[in-house]
């Protein structure tokens, strides 16, 4: 059974960083893409960034890029945000997911048959 992990949420300023952790267990997650999308109330989840488990291609939003990253610890089977530049529209609860559909559009959580439970990041202004 697929179980994601995400902690590392919080409230921090305007322009500080942050670094989420999803931590994957349950099964091989090598033909994985692995997600973070974000959602704030009454508004569908959006897209943040994902890695390819095997091979490791990265795949932004525009809002998110150039200040977030994302990453995989393939020893860890944990895949991390760290975010920078925080930005007070960066205020949602994060999800972690995990899509194992070959061919699936990455950026549609659609695609995605695993997600964590969430977890809440605050930025103030």
């Known amino acids: 059974q697929v179980q994601l992990v995400e902690s590392g949420g919080g409230l921090v300023q305007a322009g500080d960083s942050l670094t989420l952790s999803c931590a994957a267990s349950?099964?091989?997650?090598?033909?994985?893409?692995m997600g973070w999308f974000r959602q704030t109330p009454g508004k569908e989840r959006e897209f943040v960034a994902a890695?390819?488990?095997?091979?490791?291609?990265?795949y932004y939003a525009d809002s998110v890029k150039g200040r977030f990253t994302i990453s995989r610890d393939n020893a860890k089977n944990t895949v991390y945000l760290q975010m920078n530049s925080l930005k007070p529209e960066d205020t949602a609860v994060y999800y972690c997911a995990a899509n194992p559909y070959y061919g699936t559009p990455y950026s549609s959580s659609s695609s995605y048959g695993y997600w964590g439970q969430g977890t809440q990041v605050t930025v103030s202004s």
């Open positions: 890695i390819r488990w095997s091979g490791g291609s990265l």
């Open positions: 349950g099964r091989t997650f090598s033909g994985y893409i």
